[in-house]
């Protein structure tokens, strides 16, 4: 595989602030931003370009610093949007610290989070108008200022308002706001970890911070000028601001997501080349693309040409995208990079990606690294792991078992500055400069990081051998009838007792003409297979059909706590509790 030499191409900027300025120069004229805006049966689409970004910042910067909100917080809600990132660039560039919001949040936990982190300014847009002037009117946080992104409201100052009142003062030459001085080490993001008041912690995170990371990526990952990203994934959520600052700092084309149903509109839409994504969706988009090969009766013609491309690549020769053209013009003719995070994709869908021309990562990181820690890159593949630690960052196996697994702690510029006003959280997980990730894991012999799965959902069964549950659930994910899965534990006599709740994607039944007697059926001779090759303790002896999705936080990671509830209701329905 070429080696690009990417670290010799970039460097790490010292502020986001930079990084913005840095393109405006270099990617003038380039779109930054692609705005649809529908209005009835009219499209129209507005674009930014780098330049009118960075210069709308300042106007924005500029207004704020004026109303007297000079190094206070400031919150941010709403669907993924140029308004929505315009906020966040704006305020943490020379403004104050800004606090992005998680858009499935309850009225109690945003006042919760509002409170916690002292902003005393929101932005949003319409979608969330209701709670947030409910919020304000009750008078139950500090908040003192509304801004409308994309709407007019009488209890809120239109964001478009404010860029014009800042645009009127820096052109009488007030550079409050691109003077202002930034401390690349000081806390100018407070990201909420989860959308539980109890349970979420407020990570503080650096300009260093998320620059180290972008750095990293930089030298790991390889984009091209022409490549267009859709933003699908929330960008609340320190996993997709990332990727986005990556995309910026190379003067890509960003467009926004209509909504899970319009994906592959979109991708059409937009000439989208790369996203970020999440297992639930990519597997969902893998399995659909099986069926559409079954259906078609084309798997024989699918395996020779995987043959074909295999020998023809030992010549050098790669001719994945020629021989599955009319799948990738499925996923919009010109998807060749799929970075996948927040949980472990299944091997057997990262190779298919791969095997059908269009580059497929797993990536690794938290919140806490702002966030990634490890990556599979253009250059180092190898399905099951998350690739190998960035350039930048530090990792170790603390106190490993007999195979070489134990917790893993990193430490980098990436790693943040502690949870906001937790001392004792923060002296839990940082300690010696290490950061202590709550991930089981391992490095083969070729430094490849293996996770086994989170260090609190293992479970320990009496004889002392240890069971990850994510390990069974990609085994039972990659079924083409299953949309997910969950294993837990019920104990019975003196031991514990695997089970899993199996949740059936209903299109499967119906395009199958298939009962659920039937596909119950199905999934008993499927566990017996997957069983058969565990040892007797990993064996799931329990299952139960679900149509029931698990509870999920934003970027689609299953709540296990609030799940097991869940379970348990549904057991009690069942009979089976």
């Known amino acids: 595989m070429k080696n690009y030499h990417l670290e010799k191409k970039f460097y790490e900027f010292r502020d986001l602030r930079e990084l913005l300025r840095t393109s405006a120069e270099k990617y003038a004229d380039r779109v930054a931003f692609v705005t649809k805006i529908k209005e009835k049966k009219e499209v129209n689409y507005i674009n930014t370009t780098y330049a009118d970004l960075f210069k709308t910042m300042g106007y924005l910067g500029t207004a704020l610093i004026e109303m007297g909100y000079k190094n206070k917080r400031i919150a941010v809600i709403g669907e993924n949007s140029y308004n929505w990132c315009l906020a966040y660039f704006s305020v943490s560039c020379g403004v104050g610290v800004i606090v992005p919001l998680d858009k499935g949040l309850q009225k109690e936990e945003l006042e919760s989070c509002l409170n916690r982190s002292s902003a005393e300014v929101i932005f949003y847009d319409k979608k969330h108008a209701q709670v947030i002037e409910q919020i304000a009117k009750e008078k139950t946080t500090g908040l003192s200022l509304l801004i409308s992104m994309d709407f007019e409201s009488e209890s809120a100052v239109p964001m478009m308002e404010l860029i014009d009142k800042g645009q009127e003062l820096a052109e009488k030459g007030d550079r409050r706001y691109l003077d202002a001085e930034i401390d690349p080490d000081s806390m100018n993001f407070l990201l909420f970890t989860s959308g539980t008041t109890s349970q979420s912690k407020a990570v503080m995170l650096s300009h260093r911070n998320f620059m180290s990371c972008n750095y990293g990526m930089n030298c790991e990952e390889l984009f091209f000028p022409d490549d267009v990203n859709m933003m699908i994934l929330p960008l609340h959520h320190c996993y997709g601001m990332s990727g986005l600052l990556t995309f910026l700092s190379q003067g890509m084309k960003n467009t926004f997501c209509d909504g899970l149903k319009y994906i592959t509109m979109n991708l059409k839409e937009y000439g989208v080349s790369v996203i970020m994504s999440v297992p639930l969706l990519l597997e969902s988009m893998y399995k659909k693309i099986n069926r559409a090969i079954e259906k078609q009766g084309m798997e024989g013609k699918v395996n020779f040409a995987l043959k074909l491309c295999s020998v023809s690549e030992k010549v050098g020769i790669n001719l994945r995208r020629k021989m599955f053209k009319t799948i990738i013009d499925q996923l919009g003719g010109r998807m060749r990079f799929i970075i996948n995070g927040a949980a472990a994709l299944d091997p057997v869908v990262s190779k298919g990606f791969n095997d059908l021309g269009i580059l497929t990562v797993q990536g690794y990181g938290l919140t806490e690294t702002s966030p990634t820690i490890s990556s599979e890159t253009y250059r180092y593949l190898k399905p099951g792991s998350v690739g190998k630690l960035m350039p930048n960052v530090e990792g170790k196996i603390f106190e490993p078992n007999e195979e070489g697994i134990g917790e893993l702690i990193v430490r980098g510029d990436n790693v943040m500055l502690g949870y906001y006003d937790n001392q004792e959280a923060t002296d839990e997980v940082i300690v010696d400069g290490w950061f202590h990730t709550g991930d089981l894991a391992y490095f083969d012999e070729e430094g490849y990081l293996f996770i086994c799965g989170r260090k609190k959902n293992v479970i320990v069964m009496k004889n002392g051998k240890n069971v990850f549950p994510e390990e069974i659930e990609n085994l039972i994910n990659v079924l083409p009838y299953v949309e997910e899965s969950i294993v837990f534990t019920r104990e019975k006599a003196s031991d514990f007792v695997l089970w899993a709740k199996v949740v059936y994607d209903k299109e499967y039944l119906e395009e199958n003409d298939l009962t659920e007697e039937q596909l119950k059926e199905q999934l ?32 689609a990671k299953t709540k296990r706590n609030d799940e097991m509830k869940q379970i348990m209701n549904e057991l009690s329905e069942l009979g089976l509790s």
């Open 524 to 555: 008993d001779r499927d566990m017996d297979e997957i069983n058969a090759k565990m040892p007797s303790y990993k064996m799931v002896k329990k299952y139960f059909l679900s149509d029931k999705p698990t509870i999920k936080n934003t970027t």
